[in-house]
């Protein structure tokens, strides 16, 4: 029977964490996070041409009489470019196609791939419903945990259970923006509506986590006779390997999208994976040594 | 508990055999319902291979809904401009550009339009025309965004002080202020001549309301003039001699014949009766959907046997039980994303419900209001997807793939706490039924807060983010069900001498008997 002492070093998981929390906002303040299309507003056109793979400067050169701004031209797969910029009226589209049609290299013939854009307002209007979407997913499940949980109270009454998953969760959604504002920093990784969804399903995957952990140790105490934190120590044993079992399928299945998925869900599942870890290690290793910590600063007062 | 355990073994095979039996009808309606192709394949070389003597009936192959990522399209948002529109009638003017849009965009005969109407967070009226497998976006955005705005105006109550003739047209726009007749009131449009001079004409017959409001706007303004204005632009600002009722205007400018044709055209294919504004655009090619179907098939198919290596490897018997229930599973998700026929619907449905009924009343696990409000809430939305299709989505197809991997979850649960029984020297049936019951509570709480959040992401409006919603709900909601049936059903097949005798099949050391 395996029984690790993931308690006794509940103070070195928490610096742990701390220190991640605090990489995490510091990133997010200095860089934040790199808003995509979806929320900035702008145009997206992917294109192919028969000719092959243009360079960024021929494109730039075709394009120079359009006049568009913040352009940012980008080569992609073997033989398609992607190019951004600010404008998203159709007129600027068609404008730009021509161009691009006119080029040496699109003489046998151009694709239109993908072409995307979004208004000002419709970028705006998605940041807005992301926030309260979120601030309402947090809520249901602080509701939820706390109604779960209403049969437990001693010795920490079922609120702070719910506190601590909430804890739990800020933990995972920071780290999670955190290392995508890094990643948006070094390798231009942007975020867009996928990322919220992502967000907010590493929530869900979250707290559930944490609700197993918890439910063992409620399921122990009315029973143990050891102190507080054998027994949450005990019950974190007994789910441990659950919870890395489970972690290691989801994050296998996810792991098939990253490389075969191809590149439109390769952010989306990123940031899958990168929440669905941390939400491992949290339910683990700062939801349970929180617990104790409440139990023992209770005993202090 | 003993007693009752034992019970459960000893006096039940037929139970066990009944159950079993359900789970099979599920597995083929699910098989039928998801593969129907591959099921009329099989039928046919069946059917070769002994000469005709076994002939299957050949089953409805139903297709997947694909969204616009997935089989190429258009996608346009339009933002509506009600500002000049009173609060009350805003839904029923947008219900009016819906139609219109609806109209101009089947004359194109370019593709189905499927048009919806929504409001966004800070009250702005949004038109999304989504344009399934059309190649030039351009014609159609054309055709919507050409639709004439026809309004009538009147003079407004300050006379316009005209000094030059250079802003003299600046002034007299100032000057006008709206009525509250526009094209939606409009019943037809007709080429005419004008009896004197022979410049064609175009004359406007009104609805019922229309020829009121008309007659009351020429009323008030005689002898003061109304414009006719376009788009924006005055065609024309006839003086009014007297009150017309009756409900027709003839519109005199200096039309060819030409122009006044295609007037008439666009006026009777639908004046909006709001400005719109083409806002967002997502246009995705085809072959670049197909590519992205392909690459999901070969994801999900990597995923699911990645998953069921681990489990195989990590839980020997059980794992392998697992995985035939996750095989089952998968099918039935893919069966519930397409639109069942409604025979299969049923069976479909009530095959599953006697398996949850049945197997959750035998593990007597069945608690409180928190269990029923979540299979409540469960059944009644399978009911409603297994007879609508779900519009799958690159991410919904994300969703669903992730869903495998949590889907084991339920059952890593059950049999860790099955191997912890056993280690605690509980007997073997009594250990499997432990497992179950145990690992309840935990499965119910995790999984009703990743379904509290699909309902969230389902209401959130915009399609990839409900299409992504709806399949991680569907894909929890029947990994629940399954995990626990299916598998505890199977399960109770093994348990037996043969176990007993060999716990290295479920990784245990020892097993007290």
Redesign the interface.
């Known amino acids: 029977?395996i029984n690790y002492q993931i308690i006794k070093y509940r103070k070195l998981w928490l610096i742990i964490s701390g220190a991640m929390v605090i990489l995490s906002i510091v990133a997010l303040l200095t860089w934040g996070l790199r808003a995509g299309l979806d929320f900035t507003g702008g145009s997206l056109l992917?294109v192919k041409m028969a000719g092959g793979q243009p360079t960024v400067a021929q494109v730039q050169d075709s394009l120079k009489g359009v006049g568009v701004n913040s352009l940012v031209i980008q080569p992609t797969g073997s033989d398609s470019i992607i190019l951004r910029f600010q404008e998203?009226?159709?007129e600027k589209?068609?404008a730009v196609v021509d161009a691009l049609k006119k080029m040496e290299i699109a003489k046998g013939g151009m694709?239109?791939?993908?072409?995307?854009?979004?208004?000002t307002?419709?970028g705006?209007?998605?940041r807005?419903?992301s926030f309260?979407?979120m601030s309402?997913?947090l809520l249901?499940?602080i509701l939820?945990i706390s109604?779960?949980f209403n049969k437990v109270s001693k010795p920490v009454v079922s609120w702070k259970y719910g506190l601590i998953a909430v804890l739990a969760l800020f933990h995972d959604i920071i780290i999670t923006a955190g290392i995508f504002a890094i990643l948006g920093h070094y390798f231009a990784v942007e975020v867009n509506?996928?990322f919220?969804?992502a967000l907010?399903?590493v929530?869900?995957?979250s707290?559930?986590?944490t609700?197993?952990v918890f439910?063992?140790t409620r399921?122990n105490l009315p029973k143990s006779h050891d102190s507080f934190a054998e027994t949450v120590n005990h019950s974190l044993n007994?789910?441990f390997?659950?919870s890395i079992?489970?972690t290691?399928?989801?994050?296998?299945?996810?792991?098939?999208?990253l490389?075969?998925?191809?590149t439109?869900?390769r952010d989306?599942?990123l940031a899958?994976m990168v929440g669905v870890f941390c939400g491992a290690y949290s339910s683990l290793f700062v939801a349970s040594p929180l617990l104790v910590y409440i139990e023992q600063w209770q005993r202090r007062k | 508990m003993k007693n009752q355990s034992k019970g459960l073994f000893s006096s039940k095979k037929a139970h066990l055999r009944f159950t079993l039996l359900l789970i099979v009808i599920f597995a083929i309606v699910s098989f039928l319902g998801s593969a129907g192709n591959y099921y009329n394949q099989l039928s046919d070389s069946l059917a070769k291979a002994t000469h005709n003597v076994v002939i299957l009936p050949h089953t409805k192959e139903i297709p997947f809904v694909l969204g616009l990522?997935l089989q190429g399209g258009t996608q346009l948002?339009y933002?509506a401009n009600v500002k000049n529109i009173p609060e009350a009638d805003r839904s029923s003017s947008l219900e009016g550009v819906r139609d219109v849009i609806e109209r101009r965009v089947n004359s194109t005969g370019v593709a189905e339009p499927v048009i919806q109407v929504n409001r966004?967070?800070?009250g702005?009226y949004?038109v999304i025309v989504e344009l399934a497998g059309i190649k030039d976006?351009?014609e159609a955005?054309k055709m919507i965004?050409e639709t004439p705005l026809l309004e009538f105006k009147e003079t407004a109550s300050v006379t316009p002080t005209v000094t030059g003739t250079s802003t003299a047209a600046i002034n007299l726009q100032q000057a006008w202020k709206n009525t509250e007749l526009t094209g939606k009131n409009l019943k037809s449009a007709t080429l005419k001549f004008n009896p004197n001079d022979g410049t064609p004409e175009v004359a406007l017959k009104f609805d019922e309301q229309g020829s009121t409001m008309f007659a009351n706007i020429t009323e008030r303004n005689v002898n003061k003039q109304v414009a006719i204005v376009l788009d924006g632009y005055t065609i024309s600002a006839p003086t009014v001699n007297e009150k017309i009722s009756g409900g027709e205007a003839v519109i005199s400018g200096k039309f060819t014949v030409a122009e006044a044709k295609l007037l008439v055209q666009r006026l009777n294919t639908g004046a909006l009766p709001v400005p719109i504004t083409?806002?967002?655009?997502?246009?995705?090619?085809a072959?670049?959907g197909q590519?992205?179907i392909d690459?999901?098939m070969?994801?999900?198919i990597?995923?699911?046997l990645?998953?069921a290596l681990?489990?195989i490897l990590?839980y020997r018997l059980p794992g392998l039980i697992s995985v035939i229930c996750l095989g089952i599973y998968a099918l039935a998700v893919l069966a519930i994303y397409k639109a069942m026929p409604w025979w299969m619907t049923v069976v479909f449905l009530s095959s599953l419900f006697a398996l949850f009924i049945y197997v959750f009343k035998e593990l007597k696990i069945f608690d409180g209001i928190?269990s029923v409000g979540l299979f409540l809430i469960v059944f009644i939305f399978l009911g409603y997807y297994a007879h609508t299709a779900v519009t799958l989505t690159?991410?919904g197809i994300?969703g669903f793939?992730?869903s495998?991997?949590?889907a084991?979850?339920a059952n890593?649960?059950i049999f860790?706490r099955m191997k912890?029984e056993l280690?605690a020297g509980k007997p073997l049936d009594i250990a499997v039924d432990e497992g179950f019951k145990?690992a309840w509570?935990?499965i119910r709480?995790?999984?009703?807060?990743?379904i509290?959040?699909?309902f969230?992401?389902m209401s959130?409006?915009?399609g990839?983010?409900k299409g992504?919603g709806a399949t991680?709900f569907l894909g929890v909601a029947i990994s629940m069900l399954s995990s626990i049936v299916i598998t505890s059903s199977l399960m109770k097949v093994f348990v037996g001498k043969f176990l007993a005798r060999h716990p290295w099949w479920l990784g245990v050391k020892k097993i007290n008997n």
């Open positions: 029977m992917e998203t009226s159709q589209h068609l694709t239109e791939i993908r072409f995307e854009s979004i208004g307002s419709v705006a209007d998605l807005s419903k309260s979407v309402l997913v249901i499940i939820y109604l779960a509506t996928p919220v969804v907010l399903t929530l869900g995957y707290v559930h986590d609700i197993i439910d063992r399921e007994q789910t390997i659950r079992n489970t290691l399928t989801v994050l296998l299945s996810l792991l098939a999208v490389v075969f998925g191809g439109s869900v989306f599942v899958l | 990522d948002t933002e966004s967070m800070n702005d949004r976006a351009n955005i965004g083409l806002v967002a655009q997502q246009t995705v090619e072959s670049l590519q992205s690459n999901s070969k994801a999900g990597v995923g699911f990645l998953v681990f489990m990590y928190l690159l991410a994300t793939i992730l495998i991997g949590m084991v979850d890593i649960l860790e912890e280690r145990r509570p935990s709480d995790g999984n009703t807060t990743t509290l959040v699909c969230v992401l959130f409006g915009t990839l983010v992504f991680l």
